[in-house]
């Protein structure tokens, strides 16, 4: 899901302002442990993805106000420099990420994976033609398989973060790279206050309009909340087969690019 912080001028104080009263400011976990697990549970996140996918593309464009093309551009653009051969990008969802990657690097080969049959079944329409139905912990490549991997928006949702990025690692030759797209909470207070205050009391409310399903983006707000971001990203990243991670925020620090190179095995 993607989602961007956008407020009317004469909206944004107040809005600040209740954001601040609800005490935004400070970083909100889910208040029970199964209530995380069942957050980031596969079949949950897998109806949920069937359920928006119809008008998925279209809440994305509206809800970010056109940003999403400018961040997976900016993706496509590092991931160009390393011209891989062979790219993988999971949690490929309705394709966007992978078909700007086509695009950049036209002589790559492009396969996008994801565990959602509905969202794949879009990405084809669109064009994309290498596509697998399988989950992100079990992927169906021998080892050292792909030059680079990519994930946007998709590893936040993923059950076992650690066990994504060993697969990830996995299927990576010895000199591969990664790139990770996610949302993450602005490092500025007043901004984070603000964003919040959107992600959780606005977006679903217009959400509900837009792809008829708001339980899915009160979900988007509740997996922002939980997600490492930053520095925390990068030392899981780095526990898990990578190293010399780069963090680039992006729209004010709510979402963030992150870079890292295979290990050595």
């Given at each position: 899901?993607?989602?961007?912080?956008?407020?009317?001028?004469?909206?944004?104080?107040?809005?600040?302002?209740?954001?601040?009263?609800?005490?935004?400011?400070?970083?909100?976990?889910?208040?029970?442990?199964?209530?995380?697990?069942?957050?980031?549970?596969?079949?949950?996140?897998r109806e949920m993805f069937n359920r928006v996918a119809i008008r998925y593309d279209l809440a994305n464009h509206v809800l970010s106000g056109g940003c999403d093309f400018l961040w997976r551009r900016r993706a496509a653009e590092i991931v160009s420099k390393w011209n891989p051969p062979c790219i993988l990008d999971v949690a490929t969802g309705s394709g966007d990420l992978a078909l700007s990657l086509k695009n950049k690097l036209p002589?790559?080969?492009?396969?996008?994976?994801?565990?959602?049959?509905?969202?794949?079944?879009?990405?084809?329409?669109?064009?994309?033609?290498?596509?697998?139905?399988?989950?992100?912990?079990?992927?169906?490549?021998?080892?050292?398989?792909?030059?680079?991997?990519?994930?946007?928006?998709?590893?936040?949702?993923?059950?076992?973060?650690?066990?994504?990025?060993?697969?990830?690692?996995?299927?990576?030759?010895?000199?591969?790279?990664?790139?990770?797209?996610?949302?993450?909470?602005?490092?500025?207070?007043?901004?984070?206050?603000?964003?919040?205050?959107?992600?959780?009391?606005?977006?679903?409310?217009?959400?509900?309009?837009?792809?008829?399903?708001?339980?899915?983006?009160?979900?988007?707000?509740?997996?922002?909340?939980?997600?490492?971001?930053?520095?925390?990203?990068?030392?899981?990243?780095?526990?898990?087969?990578?190293?010399?991670?780069?963090?680039?925020?992006?729209?004010?620090?709510?979402?963030?690019?992150?870079?890292?190179?295979?290990?050595?095995?």
């Open positions: 899901m993607i989602a961007s912080f956008t407020t009317a001028s004469g909206g944004f104080a107040r809005n600040w302002l209740v954001a601040r009263g609800l005490n935004l400011s400070e970083r909100r976990q889910l208040n029970w442990p199964e209530q995380i697990a069942h957050s980031r549970d596969p079949d949950t996140v002589a790559s080969k492009v396969t996008g994976v994801d565990f959602s049959s509905d969202m794949l079944a879009i990405a084809q329409r669109k064009g994309l033609r290498d596509t697998i139905m399988a989950d992100a912990l079990q992927l169906p490549f021998a080892d050292q398989s792909f030059d680079a991997v990519t994930i946007a928006f998709g590893l936040r949702n993923m059950r076992d973060w650690t066990a994504a990025l060993l697969e990830m690692r996995r299927v990576l030759t010895q000199s591969g790279h990664l790139l990770v797209l996610d949302f993450s909470l602005p490092q500025n207070s007043l901004v984070r206050a603000a964003y919040r205050f959107y992600l959780h009391y606005i977006l679903p409310r217009v959400c509900a309009v837009l792809t008829r399903d708001k339980t899915a983006y009160q979900y988007l707000g509740a997996s922002i909340e939980n997600f490492p971001s930053n520095r925390a990203l990068c030392d899981l990243i780095e526990a898990n087969g990578f190293v010399n991670t780069t963090v680039t925020p992006l729209t004010a620090g709510i979402v963030t690019l992150y870079t890292a190179e295979a290990r050595a095995l």
